[in-house]
């Protein structure tokens, strides 16, 4: 089991920046692949980027590809989501989440254990 708990969300103008973080518990950290979902009220909670096991295989939708960066470091259980380029339509609830199998890392579905989540704001 672990526990997922995120960190570094707040309130930034468009164009700006913003590095969440994803701690985890538990020494089997690096054999889940860690996935990063947003929300909006109103909506489905959508992918946004994950990381294999070994950090070398990154996935990312289409929106965040060229702004966003998803690292991590197994030696220190976290999980590094850096944001660049902020736009408005990045506002949401972010959540970090784990995923033993690594089946398919970009559905919701396959994910088991989630953190509580951050919120992130980007204003015009």
């Known amino acids: 089991q672990v526990q997922l708990v995120e960190s570094g969300g707040g309130l930034m103008q468009a164009g700006g920046s913003l590095r969440l973080s994803c701690a985890a518990s538990?020494?089997?950290?690096?054999?889940?692949?860690i996935g990063w979902f947003r929300q909006v009220p109103g909506k489905e909670r959508e992918f946004v980027a994950a990381?294999?096991?070994?950090?070398?295989?990154?996935y990312y939708t289409d929106s965040v590809k060229g702004r966003f960066t998803i690292s991590r470091d197994n030696a220190k259980n976290t999980v590094t989501l850096q944001m660049n380029s902020l736009k408005p339509e990045d506002t949401a609830v972010y959540y970090c989440?784990?995923?033993?199998?690594?089946?398919?890392?970009?559905?919701?579905?396959?994910?088991?254990?989630w953190g509580q989540g951050t919120q992130v704001t980007v204003s015009s």
């Open positions: 538990g020494r089997t950290f690096s054999t889940y692949v």
């Open positions: 989440a784990a995923d033993r199998l690594g089946r398919r890392p970009t559905l919701l579905y396959e994910y088991e254990y």
């Open positions: 990381i294999g096991w070994t950090g070398i295989s990154t």
